[in-house]
């Protein structure tokens, strides 16, 4: 058995965050492709359309779950599941035709394929890895020398492999 670790860093400019992220996500290998497909049909389902066909490339997280996401949310009560994939395909498709129902169907639907993505990758054994550093922590001089941030998420990762049975890989 082998684990695959998804490693992603948020805050690294240094700008709008008083913290860097550095969170991975672990999982199975047998289980990837499984999990690709589910999310892939959820948002055909949820969206009513894909997100790449929408957005020409991956949809990014802090694209999908954004403030005003959560106020265009409730600024009308929760749409019936097919209206919300409807309204939000419209509105994909065709982002200048704005109205209030499509920008409360989008901003719904990005909830709740969020929520179906942790239930589902959560449903598929992925174990989560997180580290947190301020912003002002001192970095090391070499360019080449690890960060220990990175060094501590690779510990964590290590010592989950190592307790768990059947001896995996990662």
């Not at 948020?10 to 990837?32: M, T």
């Not at 959560?70 to 097919?82: E, I, M, T, V």
């Amino acid at each position: 058995m082998s684990w695959a670790l998804f490693i992603d860093e948020s805050g690294q400019d240094r700008r709008n965050s008083p913290y860097e992220v550095l969170a991975g996500v672990a999982i199975e290998d047998r289980k990837i492709w499984p999990l690709i497909r589910q999310l892939s049909d959820a948002q055909a389902h949820i969206f009513g359309m894909r997100l790449f066909q929408a957005y020409g490339q991956e949809a990014k997280a802090k694209d999908l779950i954004k403030t005003k996401t959560f106020k265009h949310a409730g600024q009308l009560p929760s749409l019936a599941a097919d209206i919300r994939a409807r309204l939000s395909r419209e509105i994909l498709l065709d982002g200048t035709a704005v109205t209030r129902e499509r920008l409360t169907a989008l901003a719904q639907a990005k909830i709740a394929y969020c929520e179906f993505a942790l239930e589902l990758a959560h449903s598929h054994g992925a174990q989560a890895f997180a580290t947190m550093v301020p912003q002002e922590a001192p970095r090391p001089p070499d360019d080449d020398a690890m960060r220990k941030d990175y060094a501590f998420l690779f510990e964590r990762f290590y010592y989950f492999l190592n307790g768990s049975p059947d001896d995996p890989m990662g």
